[in-house]
């Protein structure tokens, strides 16, 4: 079954340094992989996906992110955080092998960009 | 991208009682999900609602907990009963639409659950 690891709990920033939220995948298949943000008491936000193509994909707010099929990862970058971007962030993929449309989701990780 | 309209935005009810959450969708779509998301966890599917046939819900949830009802292909109910606190998440709605040979995912804003 697919699954998703975001191993660390909160992302702790300075305002202006960058942020990297990390994201290792498992699939049968190829995967899709996606980026979604929560800000406080909104939904879920799409932010970028991988799918094909370029390694490095650029998505809303100034987020990029880099699909490494070796290591497994799609780790989420902004080259300099802003105290807006303090959000939850999950990653998430879904399987193409297993031929549905339903994603799996990462735990989340909390960014906070300090002033 | 996709308007889904999603309510109660919160709610705090009593324990044994039941809530029926709404998710409308601003147009057609065939698949409409369901999501479940506990205090400092990830994000749970609970099941898939299809029109015109019954849900399929996922290992650790059943109908009776969790009725859902798809009457056509824009609107969806999802119901939690006889809750108890652990029934306490945010709820969330889903809709794919497919963009070329890309499926993308479109979340309602949830619905944040206190049971007492």
């Known amino acids: 079954a697919q699954s998703v690891a975001q191993p660390e709990d909160q992302v702790n920033v300075a305002e202006g340094n960058p942020l990297t939220v990390k994201c290792t995948y498992s699939?049968?298949?190829?995967?899709?992989l996606f980026w979604y943000v929560q800000y406080p008491n909104r939904g879920l936000q799409f932010l970028l996906k991988y799918i094909t193509g370029d390694n490095l994909v650029k998505g809303s707010y100034g987020f990029e992110a880099e699909f490494n099929k070796s290591q497994t990862s799609f780790h989420l970058k902004k080259p300099s955080a802003l105290v807006s971007d303090s959000a939850l962030y999950f990653c998430?993929?879904?399987?193409?092998?297993?031929?549905?449309?339903?994603?799996?989701f990462g735990k989340g990780n909390q960014v906070v960009v300090i002033p | 991208s996709a308007v889904i309209s999603q309510k109660p935005s919160r709610d705090i009810c009593q324990r044994g009682t039941s809530l029926t959450i709404q998710c409308q969708v601003d147009?057609?779509?065939?698949?409409m999900f369901w999501y479940r998301q506990q205090p400092g966890q990830s994000l749970t599917l609970i099941a898939t609602a299809n029109q015109g046939s019954e849900a399929t819900y996922e290992s650790g949830f059943v109908i009776d907990k969790f009725p859902i009802s798809r009457p056509n292909l824009t609107f969806s109910t999802l119901t939690v009963s006889n809750m108890s606190p652990e029934d306490s998440s945010i709820y969330l709605c889903s809709v794919v639409r497919n963009r070329g040979p890309v499926a993308e995912a479109f979340f309602g804003q949830g619905t944040r659950l206190t049971v007492v």
């Open positions: 147009s057609q779509v065939t698949m």
């Open positions: 699939v049968s298949g190829n995967p899709y």
């Open positions: 998430a993929v879904r399987d193409l092998g297993l031929g549905n449309n339903r994603l799996a």
